[in-house]
């Protein structure tokens, strides 16, 4: 069974606004989170990651993550969007490799 | 130089036909990964190897078989292409393959079968 899952297939946007993106974990071994994006006809690569520690993640474009082990999530977030995030974004739980990735969710930022 | 090259970027073929993926990696890495994703943009894990050995092997038809003939390299090979197949075969690699590393994606094979 799928131990990610990711609420909204699709989050529509405007320009500067905030966005949540939202991802919840059903893991019950040792948690590692990672959210990846994938921009269109490209791989996917890493936007932050969960190991340890401080809870709130930080990548270097201004998204950030925190992680909340009493709800089970690990929402991606960002104040203010641009156009050049318009992408697919990916939640993984890696506690189990095999079946992790959730099914995505396509963010498309509007002027 | 790209970290984990696939080859070819796009591929077009009959159904029935046999067709080969390639992937390589230069970033020494000992665990390497072919993933499937369909239209709708799911992503399934579909084999995992650590230095030429298969780890993962995950509800596959037979007819996809992977090869790694070194630890850089993992191909894919198909047998008689369906047309349920086509998707986007991504390959990606890890150093150890542990749950704490981030994956190193191939920027994928669209496969489409007619």
């Known amino acids: 069974a799928q131990s990610v899952t990711q609420l909204d297939s699709q989050v529509p946007v405007f320009e500067e606004a905030p966005v949540e993106l939202r991802c919840n974990y059903s893991?019950?071994?040792?948690?590692?989170l990672f959210w990846y994006v994938q921009y269109p006809n490209q791989g996917l690569q890493l936007l932050l990651k969960?190991?340890?520690?401080?809870?709130l993640v930080e990548s270097i474009n201004g998204f950030e993550a925190e992680f909340n082990k009493s709800q089970t999530s690990f929402h991606l977030r960002k104040p203010s969007v641009h156009i050049s995030d318009t992408a697919e974004y990916f939640c993984?739980?890696?506690?189990?490799?095999?079946?992790?990735f959730g099914s995505g969710t396509r963010l498309q930022v509007q002027p | 130089d790209t970290a984990v090259s696939q080859t070819p970027k796009y591929l077009v073929t009959q159904m029935g036909n046999d067709k080969s993926i390639k992937c390589e990696q230069n970033l020494g890495h000992d665990t390497m990964y072919w993933y499937k994703q369909d239209s709708k943009k799911f992503l399934k894990i579909m084999f995992s190897y650590n230095n030429k050995e298969l780890i993962i092997n995950e509800t596959v038809p037979n007819r996809f078989s992977p090869k790694s003939p070194d630890k850089a390299h993992l191909n894919l090979h198909i047998n008689s292409l369906e047309l349920g197949d086509s998707a986007v075969y991504f390959c990606?690699?890890?150093?150890?393959?542990?749950?704490?590393?981030?994956?190193?994606f191939g920027s994928g094979t669209q496969l489409s079968v007619l």
């Open positions: 990606a690699s890890s150093p150890q393959g542990a749950t704490n590393e981030k994956l190193f």
């Open positions: 893991s019950s071994v040792s948690v590692y």
């Open positions: 993984e739980d890696t506690g189990r490799r095999a079946l992790t």
């Open positions: 969960y190991l340890s520690g401080s809870t």
